[in-house]
């Protein structure tokens, strides 16, 4: 019985640190494609070291729910770091665009495409125009607003 508490305690480990790459390589990539004004100028080793610095732990994870509130600990984290590189590159626009007056710097406006609709199911023709409608007009009003949509 021992070996097998082990064995999931280590497999969920093995699912944290997995995880923590993912949220890596996804902060990175998020970077690049939403900021490349300013990607260059963004420091991605102190968003990496941050989640190096949640999963250290990890090392002396003895309870499998240990390692459970790690990964999640990780996936709020993986938010966290996406608003800060906004805060971050929002903040290195607008000093790049007070330089050069004719730059427009837009903010990254979040939108859980979930909170738009209804009902949390749908089941009918009906129902998936009526969700893309709402979503549509959520997405153009904050267009109107002179804003970019981050999709959650």
Do not use: C, F
């Not at 080793?45 to 003895?62: F, G, H």
């Not at 990254?108 to 979930?114: D, E, G, M, T």
């Not at 009003?141 to 949509?149: G, H, K, S, T």
Request: charged share 30%.
């Amino acid at each position: 019985m021992k070996d097998k508490v082990q064995e999931v305690l280590d497999n969920k480990v093995k699912q944290a640190r997995l995880e923590a790459q993912r949220v890596k390589e996804e902060v990175a990539r998020y970077v690049t494609e939403t900021h490349p004004m300013v990607a260059d100028r963004l420091n991605l080793s102190s968003y990496q070291n941050e989640v190096d610095t949640a999963i250290a732990p990890l090392d002396r994870a003895t309870a499998i729910d240990t390692a459970i509130a790690h990964q999640s600990q990780i996936e709020t984290l993986r938010k966290a770091l996406i608003q800060q590189v906004d805060r971050e590159a929002e903040g290195l626009q607008q000093r790049s665009a007070s330089e050069e007056s004719d730059t427009v710097v837009k903010s990254i406006v979040s939108l859980s495409v979930v909170n738009v609709a209804k009902k949390s199911v749908l089941e009918t023709p009906e129902e998936v125009e009526e969700y893309v409608d709402a979503l549509k007009m959520a997405l153009l009003a904050e267009l109107e607003q002179n804003n970019r949509v981050r999709l959650m």
